[in-house]
Nanobody, 123 residues
Framework: QVQLAESGGGSVQAGGSLRLSCVGSTRTSSDYCMAWFRQAPGKGREAVAAIDFDGTATYAESIEGRFTIAKGPTKNTIELQMKSLKPEDTAMYYC?????????????????WGQGTQVTVSS
């Protein structure tokens, strides 16, 4: 069983930046496909970005190049650097992982989830 814990959320003004971190209970970033999803109030969960064990990254079109997913300083962490934040980026951000073949943004493939970290962007 893999446990994931997110941190780094907070409140910022539009145009600001935040860096989210996800720590796994095992060597998640080297052995698993890991991703960030988000869920805004009253909306469904949507994919943000995914990163494979070899560092290959995939992004949702809605991110428009503003976010960067990367492996963290240890083999069980990933990070999401968010810049030029907009009010519509306000959501609970979740870290997720799976060990199946292939790494994409398909939510149903992910079987390990963190509890989430809240990001609030004010105008």
């Amino acid at each position: 069983q893999v446990q994931l814990a997110e941190s780094g959320g907070g409140s910022v003004q539009a145009g600001g930046s935040l860096r989210l971190s996800c720590v796994g209970s095992t060597r998640t970033s080297s052995d698993y496909c890991m991703a960030w999803f988000r869920q805004a109030p009253g909306k469904g969960r949507e994919a943000v970005a995914a990163i494979d064990f070899d560092g290959t990254a995939t992004y949702a079109e809605s991110i428009e190049g503003r976010f960067t997913i990367a492996k963290g300083p240890t083999k069980n962490t990933i990070e999401l650097q968010m810049k030029s934040l907009k009010p519509e980026d306000t959501a609970m951000y979740y870290c997720a992982a799976h060990s199946h073949w292939g790494c994409d943004l398909g939510e149903t493939r992910y079987n390990y989830w963190g509890q989430g970290t809240q990001v609030t962007v004010s105008s």
